[in-house]
């Protein structure tokens, strides 16, 4: 899948480069080219339909979104990470992101580009004389990838424009105001019900990584969460607590190139470490690896400002010991720390080290800084940086919503209706005993709180998480120590938990407000 999804982009990459020229320009003649590939000539096929999903699945890796910047929109504005340097990157975080900022218009304009696409494919593939099953595959994809877009948007910015036809279909597209949020989270609810509906409950092997009915079940269930809509959140969860996605027995395996797309995985993006450099998204021979690694790394493997782990982090995961008395296996997986001590599991014996296998102490002896480790895959390949073989030299996908989510998920909204009852005990406890640890008895809020912070740290979920609970100033802004590695959270004003909307979108239409606190 993985190799046919860069291929089908940038094909349909090509069309629609031709596509925007032959709409945008016209010689002095005004002569049309009979071999000049058109919207009225390319939406005529299957095999164009599947051309236009593929590229609408392809902003996802843009250098631009989850193949790099889009970290900085998420994992890097929570309390866990601490940025170096003061720069656009960091900005963010320290609620000093400013309109003009060129990171936060780039993952804004791919996410757009996203919308864009399926926004295609569902006004144009219903058109196309073709397989019945494959069309509405195709659609229920569509529907996903507009939601799932859309989702980052109303969190990321909240006053977004809401856009579900063609941009050459409207009449005014500089002109289109930003939506009440609640139409947007609408429009999310709908497209996801369809893609419910509408996509297949499974792929060949050769097409994993496509969205199923599962993803968009799972995904629905988030999306009524966050808005607090807890029973019908249940509700979807429930439906896929049904055998059809597992746990992994290693909590590890999430996280490496060799186990992708696992029976824990719902939706992760196909990263490919192809040989491929370059900073575009979409252009021929582009990188579409990891180049987000970089930004995790520990100092001195990468070539990047990078980041440090706050130390309560590491001091949560070291609150409780396993059944065996030993350290949450969680812990090696996403941090690099000092200790001497290990944890055996599964077979293995766990011990704190980075690139190279190296030890704590062999790369910062006398420290006690903490750094990250998830994602990096240091005995794949033999990788000894994080640019080895420069920016993009990890094929390892993005795991974006695994089951272990689910189930926390579900026992965050069991909760929320009917406190610490079997039903939600049951669903944290199977989290907690993949990596061995005790069962809960009974669970608070901040139980189910705390063990998403050590199952799913680095996962660009913790920042949202703190938006949705309104807990921004209490656990960021009020401890400005959590952001000292750049500005602090001085800079914070009201509305700032959301993002400056890019000057370049205010600029080009009139009826776009910036949002509060800039």
């Not at 218009?105 to 926004?119: I, P, Y």
């Not at 610490?420 to 069962?439: G, Q």
Request: negative net charge; hydrophobic residues 35%; aromatic residues 12%.
């Amino acid at each position: 899948m993985k190799n046919k999804n860069i291929s089908k982009s940038l094909l349909v990459t090509l069309v629609l480069l031709l596509v925007i020229s032959y709409s945008c320009r016209k010689d002095i003649l005004e002569q049309e080219n009979p071999n000049a590939v058109t919207p009225q000539s390319f939406w005529k096929t299957e095999d164009d339909a599947e051309k236009g999903i593929i590229g609408a699945y392809s902003p996802f890796t843009h250098i631009w979104y989850y193949t790099r910047f889009e970290i900085f929109l998420s994992d890097y504005r929570d309390d866990v990470v601490n940025a170096f340097a003061t720069s656009e990157r960091t900005a963010a975080g320290s609620f000093n992101g400013i309109p003009q900022s060129n990171g936060a218009f780039w993952v804004w304009s791919a996410m757009f580009q996203g919308v864009t696409r399926a926004n295609e494919v569902l006004a144009n593939v219903p058109n196309i004389e073709m397989d019945e099953t494959a069309k509405s595959n195709i659609l229920g994809e569509a529907y996903f990838i507009r939601a799932y877009n859309y989702f980052n948007l109303v969190n990321g910015w909240l006053n977004v424009p809401l856009i579900t036809e063609p941009i050459s279909d409207l009449e005014a597209p500089n002109s289109v105001p930003q939506a009440d949020p609640a139409d947007v989270w609408a429009q999310i609810e709908s497209d996801l019900i369809e893609a419910q509906k509408m996509a297949p409950e499974s792929w060949s092997s050769d097409m994993k990584g496509r969205i199923t009915s599962g993803t968009a079940t799972g995904f629905l269930g988030k999306v009524y969460l966050y808005q607090k809509k807890y029973a019908e959140a249940k509700a979807e969860f429930a439906k896929i607590m049904d055998g059809r996605y597992e746990l992994m027995d290693n909590y590890a395996d999430n996280f490496t190139e060799a186990s992708e797309n696992n029976k824990e995985s719902l939706f992760e993006i196909q990263l490919v470490n192809d040989g491929n450099t370059g900073w575009g998204g979409d252009a021929a021979g582009a990188g579409k690896g990891a180049a987000f690694h970089p930004d995790i790394a520990p100092k001195g493997f990468t070539g990047q400002d990078g980041m440090r782990i706050n130390n309560w982090v590491l001091d949560l995961f070291l609150d409780e010991r396993t059944v065996n008395g030993e350290i949450d296996p969680r812990t090696y997986t996403t941090l690099f720390f000092n200790t001497d001590e290990f944890t055996i599991y599964e077979g293995d014996t766990l011990v704190s080290q980075t690139y190279g296998n190296k030890s704590y102490q062999e790369v910062f002896p006398g420290s006690d800084l903490v750094w990250g480790n998830k994602w990096l895959d240091i005995a794949f390949d033999d990788k000894t940086g994080s640019q080895d073989n420069g920016w993009h030299q990890s094929g390892n996908n993005l795991r974006l919503l695994r089951y272990a989510d689910i189930l926390l998920m579900y026992a965050e909204a069991e909760f929320m209706l009917n406190g610490s009852t079997t039903d939600a005990l049951d669903a944290i406890n199977e989290v907690r005993a993949r990596v061995d640890m005790p069962p809960l008895a009974s669970i608070t809020m901040q139980d189910i709180e705390d063990e998403r912070v050590k199952e799913l740290s680095l996962e660009r979920t913790r920042y949202f998480d703190i938006l949705r609970w309104g807990k921004v100033e209490e656990y960021i802004v009020n401890k400005p120590e959590l952001k000292s590695e750049s500005a602090g959270t001085g800079s914070y004003r009201p509305g700032r938990e959301y993002i400056a909307i890019p000057q370049n979108e205010i600029d080009a239409n009139p009826v776009f407000k910036q949002n509060p606190g800039y």
